[in-house]
């Protein structure tokens, strides 16, 4: 039998360099902080001995009518005071109250099985715990000596009973023991180590027992316990019961999973379809992979081709791949992160502009042949629509050594030159390759997330220029919308960027136009696309973004303008967002003052409006400054979902209150590794985020720079996780569908729709892989 007693440092430095006190107990978890396990015989003997306790240089205070304190090795708070709470509910005990006798009391905590009945003044188990049952009694000193002394050890004081065996310990007794444990002096833990690693494992156990209760609400069937829940956790006899046990973890690991819920609900057309892509997997890797030629390493290195490799060296082979085509033809729900300015091929836009006579194009560099070999590779290329008028006040050419930066070349004649000066290549082609990362860019041993934010920001700068007229805008929109068609996207929420000087021309270069006319002109492409498509496209909404580089004024005019916008066009406007490389720009805390302006201006509006924020946060490696607390300004101003939310991973409060919230992840798996957040899919945060079970989404951020497809991000999504499923994907599907910003009605309606698709999507994988349908088992 063992006591919980209460100590001071000095008490417990004493014991623990004795080996007095018991750290490993099966109660340890049970009790407060300052409450250790002693043998009982150490306990008396301390109290009663004051040989010892002089050898120790304490003393032991006078006994008093008052309640009476053990200074220095045992503190008693006042009497009938309760103790302070235990985790789930506080515990009324008695400490300290004065016998008749006026002697010092002592708190102690035993196991109920072990209670000396005559001695309990309180008993109450504590709430919410392990079936083991805690009690506290209150004893005099001389009790102690009688009731407690019963356990002395046998070569102490051989047939000694009760409280013969306290009348006959004495000082040399307890010296001698004393001694042969305090030379273990130095090899014992710090005290102060010790309770905060107690700590830590009393946490890992609340843990535990708050999924032991998820498991148990969601699967009634599931064994109560595993043999991790005994203290004999390594004692299993045989290789039976282990693998039975090993079983028994697994079940409970996967009932905390994030697509459990898929896998319950899953119908056993779904079920075969989920197991034909899992032999998919293995047949891509046999047909496609394995007989790629191997790239070459550093030092003639020779790498196998794989699935999850780099997406940039395997585009060309994922695109060949049988899953690949299940991806593609699968129905996707809602793509909820989408910027507008890179949705396309980059093909598409410069067959736009080549019909354009008023387009011009300048670089940062000459690209005069003579000049330096790398200024093809290194010279940003810009676009724009000119007026006839400044035409000659910037005119240039960018084959000429003298060329100056400043100065521009009508597209139309730069196409034409362009193959006299490289040996035939097309303008077109080069252009293209200027317009998206390579893999050799993305992944050079030198390659930083500043050094990929640079190439990336110089892209959509180029990109800017081929769209900011008219009448490419308005192409480009009818052919995103055609493209969401084409991927199999049900809903969409696209960004574009708003700003007090917006850059979009009329064709010809002479007029601006404004904000509130590039939203007409998407809602007017929006409504001829509907009215003339043949397929079902469910519904578009316009996320209102703005740089974060910018001013607080400038965002202030930003936030307003989307209030009128949300008046005006209330079933247009999804959410309001800052955008741009976020380490670059200002932090959200910068714009606390305008954005709370904003969220009670539109509580209080009549009618009220609904804006939620989804802001860019957590694209970031960055740990602990400005760029990495975006994080906690989002929750903080109720952001309804996050954009990227890379870095959430790393901040597990955080985490948990975003799931409380209901906070979903706008997730870009190719974007992020592109950009320098993880050099494979394998290693991606988003898998540890949905083994905590944050909802996530997926989507494709840029396409148009990273040469991807929101198809893509679902592929890489599958292959990065060796178990991940079709129900895997239906889940993140699902979550797409069920935090977008559609009011009820709509998503009632595209809810619909999808899960007739879905239905079809499955017979279709049943009966275009007839063939591995065959082989699986009913």
């Known amino acids: ?58 003393r032991l205070p006078e006994a008093k009518h008052e309640t009476s304190k053990l200074k220095d090795i045992f503190h008693f708070p006042s009497p009938q005071v309760p103790i302070k709470d235990i985790e789930n509910g506080p515990m009324m005990i008695a400490r300290n109250i004065p016998t008749k006798q006026h002697q010092p009391g002592l708190l102690v905590y035993l196991t109920a099985d072990s209670l000396p009945g005559s001695h309990i003044s309180a008993f109450q188990s504590l709430p ?61 833990r710090h005290h102060a180590h010790h309770q905060r690693h107690q700590a830590d494992m009393d946490k890992a156990q609340e843990m535990i027992e ?118 593609v033809k699968m129905p996707k729900g809602a793509h909820l992160h989408i910027h507008f300015n890179a949705c396309l091929q980059p093909h598409v836009l410069l067959g736009i502009a080549e019909t354009m006579p008023r387009m011009f194009i300048k670089s940062d560099l000459s690209l005069a042949p003579s000049a330096a070999k790398t200024n093809l590779h290194r010279c940003e290329i810009q676009f ?44 077109e082609e080069w252009l293209t390759s200027k317009l998206v990362f390579h893999e050799d860019e993305a992944h050079n041993a030198l390659q930083t997330v500043q050094g990929a934010w640079e190439k990336f920001n110089g892209r959509t700068r180029m990109m800017k220029g081929l769209f900011n007229y008219e009448s490419a805008y308005r192409k480009y929109t009818r052919g995103i919308l055609e493209d969401f068609v084409r991927d199999n996207i049900q809903y969409a929420e696209i960004r574009p960027n708003f700003m007090q000087t917006n850059q979009l021309w009329t064709d010809d270069g002479t007029r601006q136009i404004d904000n509130r006319g590039i939203m007409k002109i998407i809602i007017e492409e929006y409504d001829n696309f509907q009215k003339e498509t043949k397929d079902y496209f469910g519904g578009l909404k316009v996320i209102y973004c703005t740089p974060r580089s910018f001013t607080t004024e400038l965002v202030a005019f930003a936030l307003d303008e989307c209030f009128e916008f949300k008046r005006e066009w209330p079933q247009w406007i999804a959410g309001f967002d800052l955008v741009g490389e976020e380490s670059q720009g200002h932090p959200l805390r910068h714009f606390v003052t305008e954005f709370l302006a904003f969220r009670k ?62 906070i979903c992840l706008e997730v870009c798996p190719i974007s992020n590794e592109e950009l320098g957040l993880t050099p494979r899919i394998t290693g991606h945060s988003m898998y540890n985020l949905l083994a905590n079970n944050v909802h996530c989404t997926l989507n494709s951020d840029n396409g148009t720079i990273f040469r991807s497809t929101l198809s893509h991000d679902f592929y890489q999504a599958m292959v990065g996780k060796t178990d991940m499923t079709l129900h895997g994907w239906r ?12 009011s009820k009605d709509e998503l009632a309606s595209v809810r619909k729709e999808w899960e007739k698709r879905w239905e079809l999507f499955l017979e279709w994988i049943l009966e275009e892989f007839r063939d591995l349908s065959l082989e699986i088992p009913e």
Not at 146 to 165: M, W, Y
Not at 608 to 632: A, R, S, Y
Not at 633 to 651: E, V
């Open 1 to 58: 039998m063992w006591l919980g007693v209460e100590l001071s440092q000095i008490g417990y430095d004493f014991l623990v360099h004795s080996h007095l006190i018991h750290a490993h107990s099966q109660l340890t978890y049970l009790l407060p902080p300052s409450i250790y396990l002693v043998p009982p015989l150490w306990v008396a003997a301390l109290v009663a001995c004051h040989c010892l306790v002089q050898d120790l240089g304490l």
């Open 601 to 662: 201006r539109c509580e209080e509006s009549q009618p009220k409006v609904d804006i939620p924020f989804l802001f860019h946060c957590g694209e970031t490696t960055d740990i602990g400054n400005d760029t990495d607390g975006n994080l906690v300004d989002a929750l903080l101003l109720n952001s309804k979902r996050i954009g990227h939310g890379f870095a959430l991973a790393r901040h597990p409060y955080i985490m948990e209150h975003m799931k409380k919230s209901g």
């Open 210 to 327: 708050a999924h032991e209760v998820v498991i148990n609400n969601i699967w009634i069937k599931m064994p109560r316990r595993t043999a991790l829940d005994k203290t004999d956790a390594r004692k299993i006899d045989g290789p039976e019961e282990y693998f039975h046990q090993r079983k028994e973890i697994l079940d409970r690991e996967n009932t905390l999973s994030f697509d459990f819920s898929a896998k319950m609900r899953a119908s056993e057309k779904e079920r075969k379809a989920n197991a034909i892509i899992q032999k998919l997997k293995i047949k891509d890797h046999e047909s496609v992979y394995e007989p790629a030629e191997k790239r070459q390493g550093w030092g003639g290195q020779k790498h196998a081709r794989f699935a999850a490799d780099h997406f940039l060296s395997n585009v060309d082979l994922i695109n060949q791949t049988s899953l690949f085509r299940v991806a």
């Open 384 to 427: 724009s629509i000119l007026p006839l008028e400044k035409e000659d006040e910037v005119k240039g050419n960018l084959f000429k050594t003298d060329y100056h930066h400043r100065q521009m070349m009508k597209y139309s004649e730069f196409i034409k030159e362009f193959p006299k000066h490289y040996n035939g290549m097309k303008a």
């Open 128 to 188: 919410g715990r392990p079936r083991q049952r805690t009690t506290s009694f209150f004893t005099s000193v001389n009790s102690l000596m009688g009731s407690l002394c019963s356990n002395i050890e046998k070569d102490d004081a051989p047939g000694e009973k009760d409280g013969q065996a306290s009348r006959d310990i004495n000082a040399k007794t307890i010296t001698r023991l004393s001694s042969k444990r305090l030379r273990k002096l130095r090899h014992q």
């Open 731 to 742: 889940q993140l599907i699902e979550w797409s569908l069920e935090h977008s910003c559609m």
